[in-house]
């Protein structure tokens, strides 16, 4: 019999949602295999395959910047101890200055960051005087740039407001210049903001590997409520619910946020239309402070 611990426990419960012995009974029948028991609980309806792994636990700021001609836009998560000291002016000022300088490099690694010079000095030293100054720990998390990959178009970016705890960068691509940069900017703005309210996984249909489809399939066929069910039944109710899973999570198949009785496909092609262009999105990113999945995609994002 695996020994589950109590810090397995909290950390299942932070990524699924569930309740605390709901967890721990999950991680018992999967003999401690974190990512079974992960299914067992959405096999039982106790966690949803839309919630975002992992749930704040550090503190901080997550800053973002474009640069003046939106061609290029920058998330930072900078971590301290406190919420008093992310409300620190000089904190503060700090990510802002990471998230400019990250910009202007087109850096997307800490460790490429942290080796940057800002007049005169390495980001990392200036991360150890602030540390000094400051008195607690500061450690820059994880950066992401994207520089826009098209001759026109706009990278938008939002910052919620409360906080700074969420940010989002999404990458619009148009077919020629628009007329009004600034009508193309605030669509980019809003879509970045429907990022952070939504937390999409992937851009469309095409991107979704097939283990991860595979996965969703096996995970619904195992649900209780299909055991009775005539094998053809099973097979059109699973592909239904695999098909309704997949598309809340697919960027482009979701309901704008600002406008829940069309999708963001739909709203790009009114908006092009609009302006004159036709609106592609190519790439998004979104940041949520304290994610627990951030480091080791920091990481692997740093040996590319």
């Given at each position: 019999m695996v020994e589950i611990s109590a810090s397995m426990v909290k950390e299942l419960r932070e990524k699924s949602g569930a309740a605390m012995m709901d967890c721990k009974n999950a991680l018992k029948d999967a003999e401690g295999n974190f990512e079974k028991a992960f299914e067992l609980l959405r096999q039982k309806g106790a966690a949803s395959a839309s919630k975002k792994a992992g749930?704040?636990?550090?503190e901080g700021l997550v800053v973002g910047y474009t640069t003046p001609d939106s061609k290029v836009g920058?998330?930072?998560?900078?971590?301290?101890?406190?919420?008093?000291?992310?409300?620190?002016?000089?904190?503060?000022?700090?990510?802002?200055?990471?998230?400019?300088?990250?910009?202007?490099?087109?850096?997307?690694?800490?460790?490429?960051l942290n080796a940057e010079l800002v007049e005169g000095k390495k980001v990392q030293d200036l991360l150890t005087e602030a540390v000094g100054k400051i008195g607690e720990n500061i450690s820059l998390k994880r950066v992401k740039t994207i520089k826009l990959s098209s001759a026109y178009g706009t990278v938008g970016l939002y910052l919620h407001a409360l906080g700074g705890k969420m940010g989002a960068l999404v990458e619009l691509a148009t077919d020629k210049q628009v007329a009004d940069q600034d009508a193309l900017n605030?669509?980019?703005?809003?879509?970045?903001?429907?990022?952070?309210?939504?937390?999409?996984?992937?851009?469309?249909?095409?991107?979704?590997?097939?283990?991860?489809?595979?996965?969703?399939?096996r995970i619904e066929s195992g649900k209780a409520d299909l055991a009775e069910k005539k094998p053809e039944m099973r097979e059109k109710i699973v592909s239904g619910r695999v098909d309704k899973i997949l598309g809340e999570r697919c960027f482009l198949e979701q309901p704008f946020i600002k406008d829940p009785q069309t999708t963001?496909?739909?709203?790009?092609?009114?908006?092009?239309?609009?302006?004159?262009v036709e609106i592609k999105p190519l790439s998004f990113a979104v940041y949520i402070l304290g994610e627990t999945e951030a480091e080791k995609e920091a990481t692997e994002a740093c040996a590319q």
């Amino acid at each position: 019999m695996v020994e589950i611990s109590a810090s397995m426990v909290k950390e299942l419960r932070e990524k699924s949602g569930a309740a605390m012995m709901d967890c721990k009974n999950a991680l018992k029948d999967a003999e401690g295999n974190f990512e079974k028991a992960f299914e067992l609980l959405r096999q039982k309806g106790a966690a949803s395959a839309s919630k975002k792994a992992g749930r704040t636990t550090s503190e901080g700021l997550v800053v973002g910047y474009t640069t003046p001609d939106s061609k290029v836009g920058t998330l930072v998560e900078l971590n301290c101890e406190t919420d008093f000291v992310a409300r620190n002016e000089q904190f503060v000022a700090l990510g802002k200055t990471l998230a400019e300088t990250a910009a202007q490099k087109d850096v997307s690694c800490t460790d490429k960051l942290n080796a940057e010079l800002v007049e005169g000095k390495k980001v990392q030293d200036l991360l150890t005087e602030a540390v000094g100054k400051i008195g607690e720990n500061i450690s820059l998390k994880r950066v992401k740039t994207i520089k826009l990959s098209s001759a026109y178009g706009t990278v938008g970016l939002y910052l919620h407001a409360l906080g700074g705890k969420m940010g989002a960068l999404v990458e619009l691509a148009t077919d020629k210049q628009v007329a009004d940069q600034d009508a193309l900017n605030a669509v980019g703005r809003e879509l970045a903001m429907h990022v952070v309210s939504t937390k999409p996984s992937f851009l469309s249909r095409e991107e979704i590997p097939a283990d991860v489809i595979e996965n969703e399939r096996r995970i619904e066929s195992g649900k209780a409520d299909l055991a009775e069910k005539k094998p053809e039944m099973r097979e059109k109710i699973v592909s239904g619910r695999v098909d309704k899973i997949l598309g809340e999570r697919c960027f482009l198949e979701q309901p704008f946020i600002k406008d829940p009785q069309t999708t963001v496909a739909k709203y790009l092609a009114a908006k092009g239309k609009e302006l004159g262009v036709e609106i592609k999105p190519l790439s998004f990113a979104v940041y949520i402070l304290g994610e627990t999945e951030a480091e080791k995609e920091a990481t692997e994002a740093c040996a590319q």
